[in-house]
């Protein structure tokens, strides 16, 4: 029950003065001594509390005050450490970027929800498709197309009519966004330690840009993609609200 616990919280007025409150009751403790980081905000700060802190090795309790809040708890100010100490850890394994562009340079990033490439102007997108430097499609023509793990699949991947993958699946989600050809192609489940390469074909003409969660690149001619071997990070759920049972209910919510 004594578990030394840094607070860090979106900079919207309610995540703000949960801060403040719990700052009060419970003290605060800076990151690098910390045993558990909590996180006040939305899915999308989650995100940007795992990047920051993923080096850290240590996890992640959020609360919800946010809008959605699909990796977070309920927000409940009273009984935390109880709730900390009781909350089960779930781990999950990003996915890594590199992406080269038409400047030659190259970027590593890495994604906890997805993989996003969208074309730039209003030219259609064409992208040659290989797994593990197989070609399955020599061309797809669409908006954009991404891959995402199981705790993205309910986010943006869900809303461009992806499947929802069960927690420790190990699988990953392509999707593609408004294909226009192949005209049937409504995306594959894939093994999670598969290699994706994405090609652009003509460049110049029909740019491309691709986007790791919130780290984004544009002008891209190659993207791979691949599950990281090396770097996870550790959530912590409210036991009556897991992430693996979340994603269940989730596809029997209409």
């Given at each position: 029950m004594s578990q030394r616990i840094a607070f860090v919280a979106s900079p919207t007025d309610d995540a703000q003065a949960a801060l403040a409150i719990l700052k009060a009751q419970y003290g605060d403790t800076p990151p690098d001594q910390a045993q558990v980081i909590v996180a006040l905000g939305g899915d999308g700060f989650m995100l940007r509390t795992l990047h920051r802190h993923r080096a850290r090795a240590i996890p992640v309790y959020g609360m919800?005050?946010?809008?959605?809040?699909?990796?977070?708890?309920?927000?409940?100010?009273?009984?935390?450490?109880?709730?900390?100490?009781?909350?089960?850890?779930?781990?999950?394994?990003?996915?890594?970027?590199?992406?080269?562009?038409?400047?030659?340079?190259?970027?590593?990033?890495?994604?906890?929800?997805?993989?996003?490439?969208?074309?730039q102007t209003k030219q259609a997108a064409h992208i040659r498709v290989s797994l593990n430097d197989v070609v399955k499609i020599e061309e797809l023509m669409c908006d954009g197309v991404l891959v995402a793990t199981p705790a993205g699949s309910t986010a943006y991947n869900l809303s461009a009519h992806g499947p929802i993958l069960p927690f420790g699946s190990q699988l990953l989600a392509m999707t593609p966004i408004s294909p226009?050809?192949?005209?049937?192609?409504?995306?594959?489940?894939?093994?999670?330690?598969i290699e994706i390469k994405f090609e652009i074909l003509d460049p110049y003409k029909r740019p491309v840009s691709v986007t790791a969660d919130s780290n984004e690149v544009r002008d891209v001619v190659e993207v791979i993609i691949r599950e990281s071997a090396e770097q996870t990070v550790t959530l912590l759920f409210d036991p009556e609200h897991n992430l693996e049972e979340r994603i269940i209910n989730e596809q029997f919510t209409f």
């Open positions: 919800k005050l946010g809008t959605v809040g699909f990796l977070l708890n309920q927000h409940r100010p009273d009984e935390l450490l109880e709730r900390v100490a009781r909350a089960q850890p779930t781990v999950m394994r990003p996915l890594q970027m590199n992406a080269n562009s038409e400047s030659g340079s190259s970027v590593v990033a890495l994604a906890f929800n997805e993989v996003s490439l969208l074309r226009f050809r192949p005209r049937r192609w409504r995306g594959a489940v894939l093994p999670a330690r």
